[in-house]
């Protein structure tokens, strides 16, 4: 087997190398932090999460860069409609972001750089491509030269007559072709700005992007990300001056993931059907979260609607109850040297084997869950038998945590010693169902449900846990 990646670049998938053998440069664009995020910026940061751990499982070392915009217009007008500054708005929401991160289960990047703490990297960028003829100052603000890098358009696949109407909304006399895009932006009265050769300002948005990324991961990625809304012109614009100012492809492979509609409609904020993660978070577990996110292939579109997340939710608990009834059934039993079962380690290593074909398979995640559920089944017909061995159950467990690593759809939960009130209440339900009366122990159950207690009868007694 050999991880396939589809390429945004070549519209193909390709078989993944590494320029140094055993580490992967991966930089995806973060969010601007103007505000709480919401499961648009979600679906990257889930996905990626999961390309770097599938990665470490195949035993690279990943430096994983995620940037924060932490100065722009729009962070201007909400430090204005805030009675604030800019830097006390970005820190509120990148501290709103890393709660989020956190809430969803999601380990930090290797760097999470500040568009405002590299100012200086970022105008010594400009400045060689203004020194090389790819950039030219007029009025305060420098504009990239589009006419001079013949492969602009590439990546998005469009040419500059078609990508004019992409970029131009008004006509802007100072521009030497409107599809010129700009690097540098001269302040305006009462506004932020950093001194410049070109006079106090700030930087346009795509230069950010490829000043840190060349800072912290070299001139060309292994893989370049982010959501499909950024390939044009976000993308496309780092790709010009990248590669004009190294002469070398600023990625290996890019990789782009879809949309999330809401209820069958595009995300908007004219529509006003956005949802924040902060606000998912309160209403379902984030192993549902994440299974929601990696039920659909990362290329297309998801749709979000309750009676989907519903259906998440009841899923992840499906996979909880199989893990957990492994862990009672071994709970108590000596281990014993022997290896597992011939027939159920082959079956075992069917499943683990699905499992890696299809994550290879550019990151086949849907198909990947259903391998999880393959081994649900049969560890299920495993619990149901009068005796199993715990050779198969450890080896039950091995598999799943290898495949859960990656997809991170189960937590294993720290155990708990239940309490003398919880003992209590157990054994006077048993005593309750022996002398058949049904109503106390339907009442007993009721009341530790309400505790937040879930029994389950099994062959080999009552197991309980936490919901």
């Known amino acids: 087997m050999a991880l396939q ?56 070392k990943v430096n994983y860069v995620v940037n924060f915009t932490d100065v722009d217009d729009k962070l201007i007008r909400v430090a204005k409609e805030m009675n604030t500054t800019v830097p006390e708005v970005a820190d509120r929401f990148i501290k709103a972001y890393y709660e989020d991160l956190d809430g969803l289960g999601i380990p930090r990047a290797t760097a999470n750089p500040r568009v405002t703490e590299n100012m200086g990297l970022i105008i010594d960028f400009i400045s060689e491509l203004v020194d090389k003829g790819y950039a030219y100052e007029n009025g305060g603000d420098v504009f990239y030269r589009t006419a001079k890098f013949p492969e602009y358009g590439k990546l998005s696949g469009q040419n500059i007559e078609e990508l004019q109407f992409g970029i131009r909304i008004d006509v802007d006399a100072r521009k030497e072709h409107q599809e010129d895009f700009v690097l540098w932006k001269a302040a305006k009265p009462g506004e932020i700005s950093w001194s410049s050769p070109w006079g106090d300002g700030r930087p346009g948005w795509h230069i ?69 993660v902060k606000d998912l978070r309160e209403q379902y577990k984030r192993t549902a979260i994440r299974y929601f996110m990696l039920s659909g292939h990362y290329r297309n579109p998801l749709n979000y609607t309750d009676e989907v997340m519903d259906q998440a939710e009841r899923s ?74 715990p050779a198969d159950l450890l080896a039950a467990l091995a598999v799943f945590d290898e495949m859960n690593s990656v997809l991170r759809v189960y937590e294993h939960e720290i155990e708990e010693l239940p309490s003398e009130e919880i003992e209590r209440l157990i054994a006077e339900r048993t005593e309750a169902r022996k002398a058949k009366n049904w109503a106390r122990a339907d009442e007993i159950r009721d009341q530790l449900d309400a505790q937040g207690i879930v029994l389950e009868d099994t062959t080999q007694g009552i197991r309980w846990r936490r919901k």
């Open 5 to 60: 990646i589809y390429n945004t670049m070549s519209r193909r998938k390709e078989v993944f190398t590494s320029q140094e053998e055993g580490k992967v440069a991966m930089y995806v664009c973060g969010p601007t932090v103007y505000g709480y995020i919401h499961i648009g910026n979600a679906r990257p940061m889930i996905f990626f999460d999961v390309v770097r751990s599938y990665l470490e499982n195949l035993s690279y």
């Open 208 to 276: 950010e992007c490829s000043a840190m990324a060349r800072s912290l991961l070299g001139d060309t990625l292994d893989i370049h990300g982010g959501g499909q809304d950024l390939q044009f012109p976000h993308h496309e614009c780092e790709c010009a001056q990248s590669e004009a100012l190294t002469g070398k492809p600023l990625a290996r492979y890019w990789m782009h993931n879809g949309y999330i509609n809401i209820s069958g409609e595009k995300m908007s904020k004219s529509l006003g059907n956005g949802v924040l």
């Open 316 to 389: 992840v608990e499906r996979i909880a109850i199989a893990v957990g009834n492994v862990k009672h059934r071994l709970n108590g039993q000596e281990g014993d040297a022997n290896e597992a079962t011939h027939e159920f380690k082959a079956k075992l290593d069917g499943i683990l084997q699905q499992f890696h074909e299809k994550m290879q398979d550019d990151f086949n995640t849907p198909d990947a869950i259903t391998a999880v559920f393959d081994w649900v089944s049969e560890v299920n017909l495993l619990l149901h038998q009068a005796h199993c061995r």
